[in-house]
C-alpha cells in the first residue's frame, strides 16, 4: 500500500455561517450542500456564488437533485446536468456527485456525462458506494471514470462500525484514488481512520443553537417531521473542526 502524505479534512456545510467556521478552523476543503435532514442535495445558486465570494477554502458543491436513492430517472438526470454546468460556472473547486443502477451497479454511463460536462475539475463520489451492490466493483469503476476520491462509511450507518470496509478499501485502491472516512467521525475517533491509511476524514460538526423566535406556535412542523424542531438552529462547531484539524495533524 502506497504511503499517504497529507491527509485532508473535509467540512460538511449547510450555510454560509458554517463555511466562515471551517475556514477558521483551517479545514482543508468544504462539501456544500442543501437539506440536512435528507444527507444533502445540492445547494441554491445564491448559497454557492455568497459562500465563493466571502471564503478563500475549496468548495466542493454537493450534486444531488433530492433525498432518497441514487437511481435517477431522466427527468433528474437532466436536472442535473444543467446544475452540474451552472455550478462549474460559477467557479466551485468540486463537484461530489454519484448515481446507481436498480440493480445497485454504478451508473456510469450518466456519470461519464457528468465527466465530460465537468472536465478536469475533481470529482468525489459520495455515499452512494455505501448502498451499492459491490463497493469494490463500483470504486473500479470511479477509478476507470477519472473520479478522484470517494466518501464512505463502509457501509455501515457509522463509518467507526464500517472501519474494517474502508481499511479493505484502502487496501485494494492502493492509491490509486482518495479514500475518505465519513459520517460519525469527530474529534475522538479521527485517528482511528488515519491509522488504516484514509487520504481524509469528512465530518460535518453538528451542532444546534435556539432559534430568536419568542412566539413558537405548537404543533405544527414545516417538514411534518415532528421530531425535527423548527427551532433548533443547525450549524457546523468551529471548536469540534479545530479539534479534528488539531487530531489529524498530531498523526
Same mark, same amino acid.
Given at each position: 500500500?502506497?504511503?499517504?502524505?497529507?491527509?485532508?479534512?473535509?467540512?460538511?456545510?449547510?450555510? /454560509?455561517?458554517?463555511?466562515?467556521?471551517?475556514?477558521?478552523?483551517?479545514?482543508?476543503?468544504?462539501?456544500?450542500?442543501?437539506?440536512?435532514?435528507?444527507?444533502?442535495?445540492?445547494?441554491?445558486?445564491? !448559497?454557492?456564488?455568497?459562500?465563493?465570494?466571502?471564503?478563500?477554502?475549496?468548495?466542493?458543491?454537493?450534486?444531488?437533485?433530492?433525498?432518497?436513492?441514487?437511481?435517477?430517472?431522466?427527468?433528474?438526470?437532466?436536472?442535473?446536468?444543467?446544475?452540474?454546468?451552472?455550478?462549474?460556472?460559477?467557479?466551485?473547486?468540486?463537484?461530489?456527485?454519484?448515481?446507481?443502477?436498480?440493480?445497485?451497479?454504478?451508473?456510469? /454511463?450518466?456519470?461519464?456525462?457528468?465527466?465530460?460536462?465537468?472536465?478536469? !475539475?475533481? /470529482?468525489?463520489?459520495?455515499?452512494?458506494?455505501?448502498?451499492?451492490?459491490?463497493?469494490?466493483?463500483?470504486?473500479?469503476?470511479?477509478?476507470? /471514470?477519472?473520479?478522484?476520491?470517494?466518501?464512505?462509511?463502509?457501509?455501515?450507518?457509522?463509518? !467507526?462500525?464500517?472501519?474494517?470496509?474502508?481499511?479493505?478499501?484502502?487496501?485494494?485502491?492502493?492509491?490509486?484514488?482518495?479514500?475518505?472516512?465519513?459520517?460519525?467521525?469527530?474529534?475522538?475517533?479521527?485517528?482511528?481512520? !488515519?491509522?488504516?491509511?484514509?487520504?481524509?476524514?469528512?465530518?460535518?460538526?453538528?451542532?444546534?443553537?435556539?432559534?430568536?423566535?419568542?412566539?413558537?406556535?405548537?404543533?405544527?412542523?414545516?417538514?411534518?417531521?415532528?421530531?425535527?424542531?423548527?427551532?433548533?438552529?443547525?450549524?457546523?462547531?468551529?471548536?469540534?473542526?479545530?479539534?479534528?484539524?488539531?487530531?489529524?495533524?498530531?498523526?
Amino acid at each position: 500500500m502506497r504511503i499517504k502524505q497529507d491527509i485532508s479534512v473535509e467540512v460538511c456545510a449547510y450555510s /454560509l455561517f458554517s463555511c466562515l467556521a471551517a475556514e477558521r478552523a483551517d479545514a482543508t476543503r468544504m462539501e456544500l450542500c442543501a437539506s440536512p435532514w435528507e444527507g444533502g442535495t445540492t445547494p441554491s445558486q445564491g !448559497l454557492v456564488h455568497t459562500v465563493l465570494s466571502q471564503t478563500n477554502i475549496e468548495v466542493h458543491a454537493m450534486l444531488r437533485p433530492r433525498g432518497g436513492d441514487f437511481c435517477y430517472d431522466a427527468w433528474e438526470k437532466t436536472t442535473m446536468l444543467a446544475e452540474a454546468k451552472a455550478l462549474v460556472e460559477a467557479g466551485v473547486h468540486g463537484l461530489v456527485v454519484g448515481a446507481l443502477l436498480p440493480d445497485g451497479s454504478l451508473d456510469s /454511463l450518466f456519470l461519464a456525462e457528468i465527466k465530460a460536462l465537468v472536465g478536469n !475539475l475533481p /470529482l468525489t463520489c459520495h455515499r452512494a458506494i455505501d448502498v451499492s451492490r459491490d463497493p469494490i466493483q463500483v470504486m473500479e469503476d470511479l477509478i476507470s /471514470l477519472g473520479f478522484c476520491r470517494i466518501l464512505t462509511s463502509g457501509q455501515k450507518d457509522r463509518a !467507526l462500525d464500517g472501519l474494517e470496509q474502508i481499511a479493505d478499501m484502502v487496501q485494494v485502491a492502493d492509491g490509486r484514488i482518495e479514500i475518505m472516512a465519513g459520517s460519525g467521525v469527530n474529534p475522538q475517533n479521527c485517528q482511528q481512520f !488515519l491509522q488504516i491509511g484514509v487520504n481524509a476524514v469528512h465530518l460535518s460538526a453538528r451542532t444546534t443553537r435556539e432559534s430568536e423566535m419568542d412566539y413558537r406556535r405548537p404543533g405544527i412542523s414545516m417538514g411534518g417531521v415532528a421530531a425535527i424542531s423548527e427551532f433548533d438552529i443547525a450549524y457546523a462547531s468551529e471548536e469540534l473542526i479545530r479539534e479534528t484539524v488539531l487530531k489529524v495533524r498530531e498523526f
